[in-house]
């Protein structure tokens, strides 16, 4: 199927979410040069709900600030506004999620800390950033069970019956699969390439074209995730480590053994970690 057509069908889903007025009104803001991050914290704390999760995900385990950040002004000095940026989207979208999807909520969160692992690891510049793409990367499955409920029943059913991986599943029930949303998602909503790159093409690293290393981190953060079985991603299916995020990639035995075991306390630091909490 051509990306026009499926584009087409996802533009006709009902419901699609719009990009959160305050992400609208501070990506706006961002573009003048005089705005200063009091000015956008300012407009993300006028929203009192929003900006107390915002603060909660900033001072979360996974970005090695607990109960340390008191403002969302300081959370952008020290992480950025694209990382702000992400966790404002994560914190109005991912809302959808709770009671309904905590599973994949825990698996969003786990490829969170296990991204922010592994770009640490690889002396990354800013491991922040790909910690969102992980949070974000499975965007598309939200909106696939919110906007088309029963067609999100008919893949599961298929994943269940056929023991098939819920990529597949999509792709038969839909034509188009969850990464395909997202990266429309991604596309009106604005979204720098650090973020738009890992969030479309975690299941294709090799696709990636403006930043294959975050990418190839995101698609490995979700196999180990999986591979522990942390969350519910959607189905059982551990998907295969494409080759080339491996070469690009390029981490030993070594690396991988450090990598889990720091995952194992940093997963369990966040076991009960979730916005209604």
């Known amino acids: 199927m051509n990306t026009i057509t499926v584009r087409r069908k996802i533009e006709n889903i009902k419901g699609l979410p719009t990009l959160p007025g305050v992400v609208q009104k501070i990506s706006n803001m961002v573009e003048n040069s005089t705005t200063s991050a009091e000015d956008i914290g300012r407009i993300i704390s006028s ?23 008191s403002s969302v002004t300081h959370g952008l000095v020290l992480l950025g506004f694209n990382v702000v940026k992400g966790l404002v989207l994560s914190a109005s979208v991912f809302d959808m999620m709770e009671g309904k999807m905590v599973g994949l909520w825990e698996h969003s969160l786990g490829t969170a800390i296990t991204s922010g692992i592994i770009a640490k690891r690889m002396n990354q510049k800013d491991p922040e950033e790909v910690s969102v793409a992980g949070l974000l990367h499975d965007i598309g499955k939200v909106v696939i069970k919110v906007s088309m409920p029963d067609e999100y029943e008919k893949i599961l059913e298929l994943v269940e019956e056929k023991e098939m991986p819920m990529l597949e599943a999509e792709n038969k029930v839909l034509d188009f699969n969850h990464a395909n949303v997202a990266n429309w998602l991604c596309e009106k909503w604005n979204l720098p390439d650090n973020l738009k790159d890992p969030i479309t093409y975690h299941h294709s690293p090799h696709l990636a074209k403006k930043v294959p290393k975050q990418t190839a981190m995101i698609h490995l953060a979700d196999i ?23 070469q690009t990639l390029n981490l030993s035995k070594n690396d991988i053994e450090e990598i889990i075991r720091e995952m194992d306390t940093d997963l369990e630091m966040v076991e009960d970690f979730g916005f209604s909490s």
């Open 224 to 246: 180990l995730v999986k591979g522990i079985g942390h969350g519910q991603g959607g189905d059982r299916w551990v998907p295969p480590l494409n080759k080339e995020a491996w």
């Open 47 to 69: 929203d009192q709900v929003l900006s107390a999760k915002v603060l909660k995900l900033i001072n979360s385990a996974f970005y090695g600030f607990p109960g340390r950040i």
